[in-house]
């Protein structure tokens, strides 16, 4: 057997690529669920029964498609530019906390109020990226760990909020804060908690974003950042700068996924683990899927948000931990990742 | 003095976990491969210690075999990156925060019939720090003196130049791996075992990210990853000591280790510490490109 690089590879094999790595994945998860003491065909039966067959399934799906499509496209276009961002879980954290400190002490005209609550959660995120992508640039700190690191910060901040200074009058026991103003509510598709305004933005920032990255200089320019730095420095491409806007785009759509959250959603600031559930790193491999494209964000997320959703399915339904979201997001991700060499090389077989 | 003393031994205490899987990281990052699934091995090494120990002997257990399996353990699972950026040549970074995702859980998975399960027996910690930071003397000594030390940095600074001499390329650097995985089950046992003898879910707490950050932090020298360790370990210790004594609030405390993971980077990086990095850090290696 020998390997031949495939320079070029076309759309058609990147498909089969992702969905035979997809399909390894499942059966190696699968392994691990009949270790633990579960079939595997039974727990993939569980879930989908419990996701796409039930109409309250389904919007659980969608609810949950919702962060994963923000945070995935700005991902998308992070790991497109080599910008390793795994920090959209503080950075949609942080999107929270700001959006609801708009939405609990700034007295706004109720029309301002929503639209302002989106506008400081996106600075939120968008800033608390930034950190990461200012210490990468000037002091070539890699991001990976700081904004990973900036994720627990995150967690810490929020919980000394609920628990301190924004601590609701009616919160015993548990800690969270005040409830929103009706005003400072996203409005949902009755009777489910499908934000649907936030579900749009979703849609519309993954069409814009594949038309800036296809079809507009600075998306050329960033495609060459990320392809080949040194031919980008050569071509008098400021890097720098065009990472810097990367790591404000990708950590301000994840700061209004948390704006979803709370005001779509919860209605107030609350327990981060209960905020997010994990969806920053769900949304590593909804980015990863997509190839780099953020329209194809708007197939993998739904994908994504099926396996979040079946896991609370397989946790309620089978008794299973919360790790098993965990399982699948590790395993998925190896076998994507390992699968590029099919993508990158053809196999050859000869003696 | 008795306050002084016992923050050092404590502070000796929450380091020894860190040094052991930062030594691991050290060697393997030497060999250049960056691996990022620390936190993953640490937790499934917790996992096979606990596991082997509780199942050895009700409560009692083989010490011996319980950190066994746990080096084992993390060994294995460290081979699954090895296997995905050596040979596949699939990207370091990606790969070892997948590892750590799956690492996660699988550890809580199977570790939930476990959960709250008592071990009678605590060996003492002491053995372990002094190991540990005897293994870091030994370390430093066979990268700098010896011709052992020497394949293994000539194939994380210079691959090629390397494998021209006729040195297995890719066998130094899975053998490294797998230490680097050893060692991450090791830390993960010391906490399953010896500091805490018991399994709960996400006992791991971080570590394994503040261990791969004290990594560039001492400059890849497993000498000064003795001191790193317990300066880390020192924080530790205070952000438990420090709780409701001072005005400040207990969630500053909390933070401060992940606080501290990125200032010194930052500071690093200011004193251009990333320069000491092994010239081939993160890059796969290929005969015959370039």
Known sequence: MRLVPEPNPSRYRALWVTLGAMGVAFVIAGGIFWAYGVGPLEAYRTMLEGTLFDPRGLQEVLRRTIPLLLIGVGLTLAFRTQFFNIGAEGQLLLGAVCAAGVALFVPLLP????????????????????????????????????????????????????????????????IYSDQFAPGAQIPVIPGTNVHWPTLLLGIFLALALQFLLERTTLG????????????ARYAGIATSRIVLLIALITGGAAGL????EIAGI???????????????????????????????VLLTAPLMGTILAGGDVLKVGLNMPFRVVDVFSGVMLLCLIASEVLLRNRVRWER | MDEILNAFTRALSFGTPLLLASLGAIVNERAGVVNLGVEGMMAVGALAGFAVAYGSGAGDGNLALAILAAMAAGTLASMIHAFVTITLRANQFVSGLA????????????????????LF????????????????????????????GLVLRSVGENPAAADALGINVLGVRYAAVGFGGAMAG?????????????????????????????????GWSPFRAIFGSIFFGLLYYLQFRLQG?????????????????????????????????????????????R
């Open chain 1, 266 to 296: 919860h209605h107030r600031l609350i327990e981060p683990l209960q905020l997010s559930s994990g969806y920053g790193f769900t949304a590593v491999i909804v980015a990863w899927l997509a190839r780099g494209n953020p329209a194809v």
């Open chain 1, 111 to 174: 029309s301002l109020t929503l639209p302002a609550m989106f506008v400081a959660g996106a600075i939120g995120g968008a800033l608390w990226c930034w950190v990461a992508a200012w210490l990468k640039i000037r002091l070539r700190v890699n991001e990976i760990l700081t904004t990973l690191m900036l994720n627990y910060v995150a967690q810490y901040v929020v919980i000394y909020l609920i628990n301190g200074p924004w601590k609701g009058k009616d919160a015993r026991g548990y």
């Open chain 2, 245 to 289: 004594q001072s005005g400040v609030p207990t969630e500053v405390f909390a933070s401060l280790p992940y606080l501290l993971v990125i200032l010194v980077l930052a500071l690093s990086g200011l004193r251009g510490q990333q320069g000491n990095a092994p010239e081939s850090l993160g890059k796969p290696y290929q005969r015959g490109e």
């Open chain 2, 121 to 148: 027996n605590q060996p003492p910690e002491l053995p372990f720090t002094l190991g540990a930071i005897g293994l870091a003397l030994g370390l430093a000594l066979l990268l700098d003196a010896t011709h052992l």
């Open chain 1, 220 to 231: 050329y320019a960033m495609r060459v950042v990320g392809e080949n730095p040194g031919a």
């Open chain 2, 186 to 218: 090791l830390a993960g046992a010391f906490l399953s075992l010896v500091y805490r003898p018991s399994w709960t879910d996400g006992m791991t707490a971080g570590l394994g990210w503040i261990a791969v950050a004290l990594v560039i932090f001492v």
């Open chain 1, 257 to 260: 996924a948390g704006v979803g």
């Open chain 2, 99 to 118: 590892l750590s995702m799956l690492g996660l859980g699988v550890a809580g998975l199977l570790g939930k019939r476990f959960e709250g399960l008592p």
